[in-house]
């Protein structure tokens, strides 16, 4: 989130009742590697315990995705923002083909991991004469676009945890807590001003969709039976 100069980043946990939870703040971008970095050990410094297997949503940010194996491991699994890798590929494409990309690509994500990245690997070799930079992009992380996929995580899901939306929802609160100041002296101000609005955002929220499923995701993290309360973030 944009402030004037400065540029602030944010976690949000899932417990296992389906509430989110603001975990942490940092000033900085998540392209920036020890700001990404510095997020994630405070969240362990706070007592978010690292060996404790979790499920993390990211944007695009390889900075990001390198401090998730720096701080807590490889073996979390990672599921990547469709929606961002959707406006990613948009992006580059002319209007006539964006209607036909964008339904294949949905088509191939509602497929099993394996028969859907087959599918896209043939689109992006489709793509690579006229659109090279689109076929890259669809490539760019197309594993991690299939991890819920790939773990067999119930689909009442699904629409909750492919795209970072557990994160934007709060951060609209803050934009919205905010955007009448002109002025921003700091970071310091900045910091105060995002955690008051990211606290009083909330007390608004709401459990995510799927949550009566969770216990699900548990299990399939934790490779037991039954679920405990444990966040997954």
Not at 43 to 64: H, M, T, W, Y
Not at 118 to 134: F, G, I, S, T
Not at 200 to 206: C, G, L, V
């Amino acid at each position: 989130m944009e402030f004037g100069d400065h540029v602030m980043i944010g976690a949000v946990g899932v417990d296992a009742d389906g509430r989110k939870h603001v975990l942490a703040i940092r000033e900085g971008a998540t392209e920036n590697a020890p700001v990404a970095k510095e997020l994630l050990e405070d969240l362990v410094a706070r007592g978010v315990e690292p060996n404790q297997k979790r499920l993390f949503v990211i944007d695009g940010s390889k900075a990001l995705r390198a401090a998730i194996n720096a701080v807590f491991g490889s073996q979390h699994p990672v599921q990547r923002c469709r929606t961002h890798k959707l406006r990613n590929v948009m992006d580059h494409l002319l209007k006539q083909e964006k209607a036909q990309v964008k339904s294949a690509m949905r088509a191939a994500w509602r497929m099993n991991a394996n028969e859907g990245m087959r599918r896209l690997n043939k689109l992006a070799e489709w793509l690579e004469r006229d659109y090279p930079a689109v076929a890259a992009s669809l490539r760019e992380g197309l594993k991690e676009c299939f991890t819920i996929n790939r773990l067999d995580i119930p689909p009442s899901l699904h629409r909750c945890l492919v795209t970072t939306n557990i994160i934007e929802s709060p951060q609209s609160g803050v934009r919205r807590r905010t955007h009448r100041v002109c002025r921003w002296r700091d970071g310091n101000m900045v910091k105060r001003w995002v955690a008051a609005a990211f606290l009083a955002t909330e007390k608004n929220f709401r459990k995510i969709m799927g949550h009566r499923d969770l216990w699900a995701l548990d299990a399939i993290l934790n490779g037991s039976k039954s679920a405990t309360r444990r966040e997954v973030a």
